[in-house]
């Protein structure tokens, strides 16, 4: 079965993202939208070079608008600003602003975006990467109206494999063998749940002493720094994961993993679109899968959820609302 992939944002995280899934064969078109016409056309043209060369056929890459979106199969979106230095208000010295300092730009992007696609006719299922992504997944879903369900934050899908790369690293084993996971903000507020890792069925402290958890974890959450401060953005990982996420999606995969969904009270959250693990399928988000978390694990995530909750006032703010 043929199936249609719409991006609205064609920067390097959107185009990095249309690059693996035409690696990957999913899908057999592809539509890019961008605010620069012209720039859409450009990737679009480059990325239809492989046509010849990659070993999964597809028809078309090609630049489009709004309207091309009505038979769309999945929506992915990663339009927005990318993150700049700031004058920290308190130290009063250079560094890079946080996801969550971005909102008030980025939401107005939002909203113009998510009232595009829902006047476009659209009715498949809407995969964000725009940051902060937990407040903007929210943004969208609550101004298009769409089922909650087929509306999918990029969540820390991006922050586990992170996480995975570097106890892999560490213990020298590959991450593929690891399961460990960040759930919470895609920021600075997410929980490492070391309490469910493993290592090959194992605990993962049998491989790593308790001392050496924390530091691996703030590795992962401020990688993202480290490479935009090297190479002033990252889209590479998150282009990866949500071709990961767009997958299980086209494929009707039921595969559990971390990514945004809304929460209605598991975990003592309501409300809240955050980093979970959730089935995903053909219908979005299939159901939230509630861990047994440590009292720390707990906390921790009760904490970064009521975060977000304040920040999407803020965004309201922004909106006039």
């Known amino acids: 079965m043929s199936h249609k992939i719409g991006l609205i944002g064609a920067g390097a995280v959107g185009t990095s993202f249309v690059y693996s899934a035409l690696n990957q064969g999913l899908a057999s078109e592809y539509v890019l939208i961008d605010a620069f016409p012209a720039s859409a056309q450009g990737q679009a043209l480059d990325l239809a070079d492989t046509a ?14 709004y309207k091309d979106l009505k038979d769309v199969d999945v929506l992915v979106i990663t339009a927005g600003r990318p993150q700049k230095k700031i004058i920290d208000p308190k130290t009063k010295e250079e560094r890079l602003e946080t996801r969550l300092e971005m909102i008030a730009g980025n939401a107005v992007i939002m909203q113009s975006i998510a009232t595009s696609v829902k006047k476009s006719g659209f009715k498949g299922i ?22 909650e369900h087929k509306v999918i934050g990029s969540g820390t899908t991006l922050d586990s494999s992170r996480l995975r790369r570097l106890i892999g690293e560490k213990i020298n084993v590959n991450a593929q063998s690891i399961n460990a996971h960040i759930i919470g903000e895609h920021g600075d507020s997410s929980v490492a749940v070391w309490s469910n890792a493993t290592v090959f069925n194992q ?10 958890l924390a530091p691996i974890h703030k590795e992962a959450v401020n990688m993202a720094y480290k490479i935009i401060e090297l190479k002033k953005a990252t889209f590479y990982g998150i282009g990866t994961a949500l071709a990961r996420i767009v997958k299980a999606v086209l494929n009707n995969e039921s595969q559990i993993l971390v990514i945004g969904a809304k929460l209605s009270g598991q975990y003592g959250v309501k409300d809240v679109y955050i980093g979970v693990p959730a089935v995903v399928n053909k219908n979005g988000w299939e159901k939230i899968i509630e861990w047994k978390l440590d009292a720390t694990e707990k906390t921790g995530f009760v904490n970064s959820a009521k975060a977000l909750a304040s920040n999407f006032i803020e965004a309201k703010k922004a909106l006039g609302k």
């Open 126 to 147: 809407t995969i964000i990467a725009s940051n902060p992504v937990d407040v903007l997944t929210r943004v969208y879903q609550e101004i298009t109206g769409f089922d």
């Open 52 to 65: 010849a060369t990659l070993p999964h056929p597809f028809a078309t890459v090609k630049a489009g608008d």
């Open 203 to 212: 605990p993962i402290t049998n491989y790593l002493k308790t001392g050496e």
